[in-house]
């Protein structure tokens, strides 16, 4: 082929696939600190100089709720969709519509990492009711830093669960109810803004140099923490089986341990009796996070994400040494 030819033949330009919405990547992913999926809803809404009601019920709802009719979801709440309530737990949790979000979004964006926003990859392993928030929470020291640092203003998955009551980080008590307005937030409304007060609008952000003391909830926030961190690790989804067999090891070596030793009885005692119910329990039943996964991982010197990332031999492993115990397995 002539020079000419080559210049002159007309050839199919290669496109690449656009996405319908901003390809918005999510803040801290792979850290204890991953943003939380609403927080990204607000944020993508934020991107499109979009209500987080016009961007869900006119661009999301439809491919979710196929059924009804387009124009009617644009009049009907976003709390219709992604209500949080004890009827309807939280939509950073593990709820069929969670996981039915996720994957809409992720068409949407063409992203593949939206799915570790939630615990939804915890469903079945993970015992949900009365783990999350049904409003926000919010640590007032982080966003005013985020703000004087010019950094990215998101809400954490961590805030939403019941248990984190303090940010370790500044040792502050999170915050549910605006100073100004005395109003709590939904965790999803009509017009979410993500550092502001959705009902007064005014910056929740603030500067405070007194300390609370926060180490009595170090283990169980540190400890969801490293749930949130590991999850895309994860090499499959996790199995309740496998996480019953460990448990079961678990307490075979603590009762090898007590029998060793009569004076870790004081110490494991407490931790024993729960145990024993979730390793006979059946396996198909979600296990609670803060009253026995991070107690028991507490007190057999393990790690969260050792619980989860180690096979069963590796777990072996590291159990008969915490407890100098001769492995038998």
């Known amino acids: ?143 005013e830093e985020w703000k004087q640092e010019k950094k990215i203003i998101y809400e954490p998955l961590l805030w939403s669960f019941k248990d984190v009551e303090v940010c370790l980080r500044h040792q502050q008590r999170l915050i549910e109810e605006c100073p100004y307005c005395g109003s709590r937030s939904p965790v999803i409304s009509r017009l979410s803004s993500l550092g502001f007060c959705s009902h007064c609008y005014e910056w929740l952000g603030k500067d405070t140099k007194e300390q609370e003391n926060v180490e009595q909830y170090r283990v169980t926030i540190q400890g969801i923490g490293e749930l949130i961190a590991l999850t895309p690790q994860l090499r499959y989804e996790p199995i309740s089986i496998e996480l019953t067999r460990k448990l079961q090891l678990i307490l075979l070596v603590f009762e090898q341990a007590i029998g060793k030793d009569l004076k870790l009885l004081g110490e494991l005692g407490g931790i024993m009796e729960p145990l024993k119910i979730a390793a006979k329990q059946h396996q198909k039943k979600p296990y609670h996070l803060v009253k026995l996964i991070i107690p028991v991982c507490e007190k057999a010197k393990i790690s969260v994400s050792q619980l989860f990332l180690f096979n069963f031999k590796e777990l072996g492993e590291i159990l008969f040494k915490n407890f100098d115990l001769e492995l038998r397995l």
């Not at 002539?2 to 210049?7: C, T």
């Not at 990204?40 to 999301?60: D, F, P, S, W």
């Not at 196929?66 to 644009?74: Q, R, S």
């Not at 519509?97 to 063409?110: K, N, Y």
């Open 1 to 143: 082929m002539s020079i000419y030819e080559v210049l002159w033949s007309p050839q199919r330009l290669e496109i690449p696939q656009r996405s319908r919405l901003f390809r918005l990547e999510p803040v801290g992913v792979g850290t204890p600190y991953t943003e939380s999926l609403s927080s990204y809803l607000n944020r993508l809404a934020q991107e499109h100089c979009l209500t987080t009601q016009k961007l869900v019920m006119g661009e999301i709802a439809p491919l979710i709720l196929i059924n009804e009719d387009n124009a009617g979801l644009l009049q009907k709440n976003v709390s219709h969709l992604l209500s949080n309530s004890d009827a309807k737990p939280a939509i950073n949790g593990m709820r069929e519509m969670t996981g039915q979000l996720v994957t809409v979004l992720e068409q949407l964006t063409m992203r593949q990492d939206l799915r570790f926003l939630s615990l939804f990859c915890w469903k079945g392993i993970i015992h949900e009711r009365g783990l999350f928030r049904n409003t926000r929470a919010w640590c007032h020291c982080c966003l």
